[in-house]
Structures are given as C-alpha cells and as structure tokens.
C-alpha cells in the first residue's frame, strides 16, 4: 500500500499519495469515501510500526542486508505510517525515527526524514525521558548529516544535559556517539576523541556490531584528523573483523577508504590507489551515494599528491557536486581536511582555474565522475565504458545497470569478495556484482533467470569441465561445474589462460583476471 498517505499532505484531504501505486484511478474516490477509512489508516499504521520493530534488530547485526532490501521495498508504507503517527498517534515516534536510521544511513533517506523530525519537536516536552532523548538524537543526527551545524549544535545542547538520566545502555552509547560527531563543528577534535572512546567503551561486551563499526570509523577519522595514524590503524582493524565476521560490504568499503586515505598520508601512494578503488568498487556495488563521495573526495587527494592538481580540483567539485545533489554534506570529522586540500590545490592552480575545474567537476553526474577516475592515463586497474568499446561512455538502452557498473571497473573489490567465501553469502547487492561480472567476464548471459549468486556455467566451471575438474564449485562465486550444462552457454573460442585447479581444496578458481 506504498504512498497511501502524503508525508506533505493534511489529515482528511484527498492525495493521489493516499492510495497504492497499483490502485485503479478510478477506485481511489471509493476508497477514500469509505466510512472505515480512518480505521484502514490507523491499522495500516500499526501493522508498519510493527514491521520496523521486526526490523530492530536484524538492521543492527545479522540479517542487515536482507532488511534492508525489504524496508526499501516498503519505503512508501513507512512514510504513510510515520506521517499518519505525526497527526494522529506521535508516542511512538521518537524511537520508530531511531530503529529506522540505520535504514536512513544505508540507503541515504535521511534528509527525507527530518520534516517529521521538525515537527515533532515543539511537543518534544511532552514525552517521557527517553522519548525525549531519542528524538532530539534523531533532531541532532539528521541535521549533522545535511550540514545545518546551527541547527546540530542546539539539538546538541537540547540533548547533553540529558545524558545522565538515559537508563538504557544502547542509547546512551549512540548519543555519546552522535556527541563525538557533531564536537568538530567547534573545532573540538580531543573532544570528539573522548566522546567516541567512551561510546567505544559503552558498545563494548554488547552484541551491536552496527553501532560498534560506525563508532571505530568515527574514531579511525578523529586519529586520523589529529594526525595520529598508529591509533587510527587500530580502529581500522575493529571495522575489518565486523565487516568480515557479518558480510557487511559497505563497512569493507570504509575501512578500504580509510586505509588508502592513510596511504596517502604515508606516501604509498599505488598502495593508495589499490585500496580506493576496492573502496569504489564496493561502494557502487552498493549503492551508497555518501560512500561515492567520500571515494572522490579521497581520489581528489591522491591526484594532487601524483602532482595532478587539475585532476584533484575536478573530482573534488564531483565529489562537493554529488553531496549537494543527494542533500547532505560532508561529516564535521572530514571537513578540516577537506578544506585543507582544497586550499593547496586552489594555491597550486590559481583562482581561475581551479574555479573552471571545480565547477566543471560540480556538474559531473556518478557515472562521469566515476568515469574519470577509470579513465586516468596509465591507470592499470580498471578498464572505463570508453575501454569496453562505449566510445560516448554511455550506459546502452536496455542494458542492465550492473553491466554499466562493471564497464566501469566496478569489479576487483566484488571478485576478491566473491573469492573470499561463496557468493551464496554475500549480502544481495554483492551477488549481483559477481554474478554480472562473471557474465561480462566469462561471456555467460544476463537476465537469464538463473538465480543471484548461482550463474549458470560460469566461464571457470565451464574451463574446469575441459579439465576435468568435474562436480567441483568456482570458488569465486559458487557456481556447481558438474557437467551436462545449457550447450548454448558452451564457450567461445579465447586466447585467456585457463583457471586453474586447486588440488587441495577441491575448488576452482577464475584466474587471469
């Protein structure tokens, strides 16, 4: 029942919003017209409040990717749900706006959320103490995201003296978190060290793996910020054990993207290179657009580090751009170094053109933006659409958008993945990438109806049965080689090396990648 109730709407007036996507013009006058209808209201409310409790946990620990896949499918029935509390039951808000965000975070709604937040807050004293906290928590976090400090900051101080009072141990860890966050507004980077390290301490023995990984990354960036790399390492190895131990790709996406932004510092800067594109890889992957940007920006400092500071300037403005685009803004953690950078590169170029750079970076879309990063002279390890033989460096009508992604380069952080354990249990979006990658790769077929994760004859099962190899799995992505697969995906003749086998494990692998 997506979009049954306009999140910009009036209680009692008549949205095309109101009623389901699928729902016939001509019955919505009916349906809106029935004497029961605020009761369907009510009850649709109830079953999607719910349905985000359900959500709860699994969106803090195992089971993330699959909720959020389902809560994404559902966006529209928990606008209407949340729209319908605001007017008619708005108790259960405050902690629905906090079940819900990191749903917000990883698929990049958060802005969507703040006018509920907004009008919530003038009866923010009629709530009981912990109502109270988490929504001046959702009031601080959404506005940290989109930039407005003014507005963080007061939520801040609406929220600080509250501290003492939480009796629930998750939320006062997440609020000492979202303190350590928004202290780099005032300049205060010892001070968000102290809120995040207690936060750290808080999360510790607690089975929260969600909150203990974004905390690490806000640590790794604070060291980072302080200019102490040995400590941001530290905090790096924390996220690296979460990501491998719960599949969380986008969190393998931030440790890989502070990694490489440490390398640079360090002046490995191929090194650097090697890691942040594993970190753009997964993030396109993905789907994460903060992520993308946070990938650019770093890409940006790396170009001016190989002395390219043209380069630097235009990722840069992709990077700035893109923010704008979506509706948020670089973390108070990144900006000082993001201001820092852009002054030298500014200094370097001279007003004017960095000026023409930056704006012509600014109107870059994703994929051009990306595009130019493939498209670095001499860079060896990714191909760009101009490479696989898309001289415009446009995504062909009717093609599948992972196809577009992987013309792009989009493969080396999905195949490592893949190799790393059966693509059976990598989260939805990774699967996709292997599979899609094989069929580029390997000449297997798209929208085919074979299952995710399971490509039918991949291009290693099909070499490994001319080997001998027979009812062995790719170790890449899990695809059964017995024999007696579709003659029609029979491979063509190719001058690449064969996979080999590997006799110990009884698997194959995808070589001469």
Request: aromatic share 6%; proline share 6%; with cysteine.
């Amino acid at each position: 029942m997506a979009g049954w109730w306009s999140p910009h709407g009036e209680r009692g007036t008549v949205s095309s919003r109101y009623f389901p996507a699928r729902w016939p013009q001509s019955r919505r006058p009916a349906l809106a017209a029935r004497p029961d209808a605020e009761e369907v209201r009510r009850r649709h409310a109830g079953y999607y409040r719910a349905l985000a409790g359900q959500a709860d946990r699994p969106l803090r620990g195992v089971g993330q990717s699959e909720w959020l896949e389902r809560l994404q499918a559902e966006a529209g029935n928990l606008a209407a749900a949340a729209t319908w509390h605001l007017t008619c039951d708005p108790a259960p808000l405050p902690h629905l706006f906090r079940i819900l965000w990191p749903f917000s975070y990883l698929r990049d709604r958060q802005a969507e959320a703040r006018p509920w937040v907004d009008q919530l807050l003038p009866a923010a004293a009629s709530f009981d103490l912990q109502a109270r906290a988490e929504l001046e928590w959702a009031a601080t976090v959404i506005a940290n995201e989109v930039g407005d400090d003014a507005a963080a900051l007061a939520a801040r101080r609406r929220l600080e003296p509250l501290l003492e009072e939480i009796q629930d141990p998750l939320l006062h860890a997440v609020c000492q978190l979202v303190m350590a966050w928004t202290s780099p507004i005032t300049g205060d980077f010892e001070g968000a060290l102290r809120e995040v390290s207690a936060s750290l301490e808080e999360l510790r023995g607690h089975d929260e793996p969600f909150w203990t990984a974004l905390a690490a990354f806000t640590a790794g960036a604070v060291e980072t910020a302080l200019g102490r790399p040995d400590g941001a390492q530290q905090h790096l190895r924390v996220m690296r054990d979460l990501a491998d131990r719960f599949g969380y790709t986008w969190l393998t996406a931030s440790a890989q993207l502070q990694l490489g932004t440490l390398a640079i510092v360090q002046g490995r800067l191929d090194r650097a290179r090697e890691l942040l594109d594993d970190a753009l890889d997964l993030s396109l992957a993905v789907r994460i657009t903060r992520n993308v940007t946070l990938c650019l920006a770093a890409f940006a400092q790396l170009a001016f580090a190989e002395g390219d500071p043209e380069r630097a300037a235009l990722l840069a403005g992709a990077a700035k751009g893109l923010r704008s685009r979506a509706r948020f803004s670089m973390w108070p953690t990144l900006r000082r170094g993001e201001a820092e950078l852009t002054a030298r590169i500014r200094q370097a170029l001279g007003d004017d053109r960095f000026g023409q750079a930056f704006a012509a970076g600014s109107a870059l879309s994703q994929q051009e933006a990306v595009a130019a990063i493939r498209d670095r002279p001499g860079n060896r390890t990714q191909p760009s659409l101009a490479m696989a033989g898309r001289p415009d460096g446009q995504q062909q009508a009717g093609e599948p958008a992972e196809l577009a992604l992987i013309a792009h380069g989009a493969s080396v952080a999905v195949r490592r993945a893949a190799t790393a354990r059966p693509a059976r249990h990598l989260d939805e979006a990774s699967r996709r990438g292997a599979v899609t990658w094989h069929a580029v790769r390997h000449g297997g077929r798209l929208g085919s109806g074979v299952m995710p994760g399971r490509p039918s004859g991949c291009g290693s099962a099909r070499r490994s049965r001319r080997a001998g190899a027979h009812g062995r799995d790719c170790q890449a992505c899990g695809t059964a080689t017995s024999s007696g697969g579709d003659p029609r995906s029979r491979p063509r003749r190719t001058t690449e090396q064969p996979g080999t086998t590997e006799r110990s494990s009884g698997r194959t692998s995808c070589q001469g990648r």
